[in-house]
């Protein structure tokens, strides 16, 4: 079945550096990668995404880029800043209908 | 435009209690899911609807039931609660099949004793 698998699973930086959160996916037929944000105690939000026929999207100080073939997407956040503290989820999905999300990245930027 | 609205926020069911977590959304979406969050293993699928009268297992369906009568409403049944049933569930529902944003809800912590 489909499977995300998601690293680190924390991950500590200096505010001002740049954060790297990497996941791979199994299916190969999976074609929109979506990532959440979840601050402590609210639901998740979407803040970047990014579909199959793209290799690279950006948004500010967050890009995504995504390796079809090695099945790998990753997340990075430039400058970092304390407020980018939160759980970070990627996640895939396919035609079948099922978003399926990875096991979560904690991020701290310590000021 | 309320988007998608959990009830209840918190619960506490006893061991073999049975119970229902309502889930509305006021969007038109055609998808609606519901996850489960537990530490160290992020957001699971429990079942998902990709139309009214439409409804699959996700990864973790064992315990569960869901129907999908209106496009509106996808309530998850609890049927015989169980304490590895404790957590947070979050429903979420998005324009289409998957592959447009997911809304979720506010959540439901969910203690079963």
């Known amino acids: 079945g489909e499977n995300v698998e998601q690293h680190p699973s924390t991950l500590s930086v200096q505010e001002g550096d740049s954060a790297v959160i990497k996941c791979t996916y199994s299916?190969?037929?999976?074609?929109?990668f979506p990532w959440y944000k979840q601050e402590l105690g609210k639901r998740p939000q979407l803040i970047i995404d990014i579909r199959s026929n793209v290799g690279e999207k950006k948004d500010q100080r967050i890009a995504v880029t995504l390796n079809k073939t090695a099945k790998h997407f990753s997340l990075h956040i430039t400058e970092t800043q304390p407020e980018d503290s939160a759980v970070y989820f990627c996640?895939?999905?396919?035609?079948?209908?099922?978003?399926?999300f990875g096991q979560g990245t904690t991020l701290q930027v310590k000021p | 435009n309320a988007g998608v609205t959990q009830t209840p926020k918190f619960q506490v069911l006893k061991t073999g209690q049975s119970m229902t977590l309502q889930c509305a959304q006021d969007m038109n979406h055609e998808y609606m899911s519901w996850y489960r969050q537990d530490p160290g293993m992020g957001l699971r699928l429990i079942h998902y609807?990709?139309?009214?009268?439409?409804?699959d297992q996700g990864e973790v369906p064992n315990g569960y039931n869901v129907s999908r009568s209106t496009t509106e409403d996808f309530p998850l049944r609890l049927l015989s609660a169980a304490p590895s049933q404790t957590s947070v569930y979050f429903c979420?529902?998005?324009?289409?099949?998957?592959?447009?944003?997911?809304?979720f809800g506010q959540g439901t912590r969910l203690t079963v004793v």
């Open positions: 996640a895939a999905t396919s035609n079948t209908g099922k978003l399926i």
């Open positions: 979420a529902s998005s324009y289409r099949t998957g592959d447009t944003e997911a809304f």
């Open positions: 299916d190969s037929a999976s074609n929109y």
């Open positions: 609807s990709v139309g009214a009268g439409i409804t």
